[in-house]
């Protein structure tokens, strides 16, 4: 099982970037994925999540400009990002919790995808 993130990139101050991650393999279903971040010389933080059954939590910090959503089907989770700001900097990473004999499950992360906001 991995999980590949796409996305990201170099954005201006309110504009928008939209990042994918999608988990691959076999024997596995999803209990949650989302997103997390890390800024140089600061600690991984929560970004947002999403469960398969559509519950969503997020960082204070990102409500009301990032929207995170999933397709089930596909395994993939998606985090739109608008509004931008030069404090989004960060890398992105992407995180999922896969059943592999529920309701035992285990935590998987994606590789980091970076994501830069000029002022």
């Known amino acids: 099982v991995q999980l590949q993130a796409s996305g990201g990139g170099l954005a201006q101050a309110g504009g928008s970037l939209r990042l994918s991650c999608a988990a691959s393999?076999?024997?596995?279903?999803?209990?949650?994925m989302g997103w997390y971040r890390q800024a140089p010389g600061r600690q991984r933080e929560l970004v947002a999540t999403?469960?398969?059954?559509?519950?969503?939590n997020y960082a204070d910090s990102v409500k009301g400009r990032f929207t995170i959503s999933g397709d089930n089907v596909k395994n993939t989770v998606y985090l739109e990002m608008n509004s931008l700001k030069p404090e989004d900097t960060a890398a992105y990473y992407c995180?999922?919790?896969?059943?592999?004999?529920?309701?035992?499950?285990?935590?998987?992360w994606g590789q980091g995808t970076l994501v830069t906001v000029s002022s």
């Open positions: 393999g076999s024997g596995f279903s999803v209990k949650y």
């Open positions: 995180k999922g919790g896969l059943y592999y004999s529920f309701p035992y499950y285990r935590d998987y």
């Open positions: 999403i469960t398969n059954g559509g519950s969503t």
